[in-house]
């Protein structure tokens, strides 16, 4: 199992970026993924969480958010390529994190983060 | 939201030495509960879930209990690359919450 997250950066207060995390080793489709943040210096904060293929009801898939991130964040994958994103708009200072990507054991968000990518970086700041 | 605590703060242990890191909930549940391991400029990694059960490759010196509201982590006699940051994160519902974490030095 690999996992590897791109597109941090140095952001402005208010701007948007995309994260990618590129997911190999594994059938990627068939497992929940999750973001999860952690702060310099600081704790970790689960961000949010995509169900996998083999859970989506008829509603689609499922998905979580921390209210911390609610209606700025977008989770999203694309099964055909094998990748996890994270849409960040409006993003404030206290964004500012090293964001992992991170595998359940399950397609159901069950919230075991099993394995874990390096993270990159993102720095709100004016 | 379940509010998860961790005690103590840092734990200084020699090595051999046995470790004994303890998880609080403020909400009781069964035992929807993982440990991971950090070590400074690492990923977490996963050790316990399901309070008990060691994730794959983890030594039989790492041990997890409890249930409800109460939560430890064992660590039987404590190698020079347990030392770490411990992490309990409960994922019974959302918002999945981790606690503050345990810092193991040398003692």
């Known amino acids: 199992v690999h996992l590897l997250e791109s597109g941090g950066g140095l952001v402005q207060p208010g701007g948007s970026l995309r994260l990618s995390c590129a997911a190999s080793?594994?059938?990627?489709?068939?497992?929940?993924m999750s973001w999860v943040r952690q702060a310099p210096g600081k704790g970790l904060e689960w961000v949010s969480s995509?169900?996998?293929?083999?859970?989506?009801?008829?509603?689609?898939?499922?998905?979580y958010y921390a209210d911390s991130v609610k209606g700025r964040f977008t989770i999203s994958r694309d099964n055909s390529k094998n990748t996890l994103y994270l849409q960040m708009n409006s993003l404030r200072a206290e964004d500012t994190a090293l964001y992992y990507c991170?595998?359940?054991?399950?397609?159901?968000?069950?919230?075991?983060?099993?394995?874990w990518g390096q993270g990159t970086l993102v720095t709100v700041s004016s | 939201e379940i509010v998860m605590t961790q005690s103590p703060a840092t734990l200084s242990v020699s090595p051999g030495e046995r470790a004994t890191l303890s998880c609080r909930a403020s909400?009781?549940?069964?035992?929807?509960l993982a440990w991971y391991q950090q070590k400074p400029g690492q990923a977490p990694r996963l050790l316990i879930y399901?309070?008990?059960t060691r994730a794959t490759g983890i030594p039989a010196r790492f041990s997890g209990s409890g249930s409800g509201t109460e939560f430890t982590l064992t660590i039987s006699s404590l190698q020079s690359e347990d030392f770490a940051v411990y992490y309990c994160?409960?994922?019974?519902?959302?918002?999945?919450?981790f606690g503050p974490g345990t810092k193991v030095d040398i003692k």
């Open positions: 399901g309070a008990s």
């Open positions: 994160q409960h994922y019974n519902n959302w918002p999945f919450t």
């Open positions: 995509i169900s996998g293929s083999a859970s989506i009801s008829g509603s689609g898939v499922n998905a």
């Open positions: 909400q009781s549940f069964n035992t929807n």
């Open positions: 991170a595998k359940d054991v399950s397609s159901h968000i069950i919230a075991v983060a099993e394995y």
């Open positions: 080793g594994f059938t990627f489709s068939n497992y929940a």
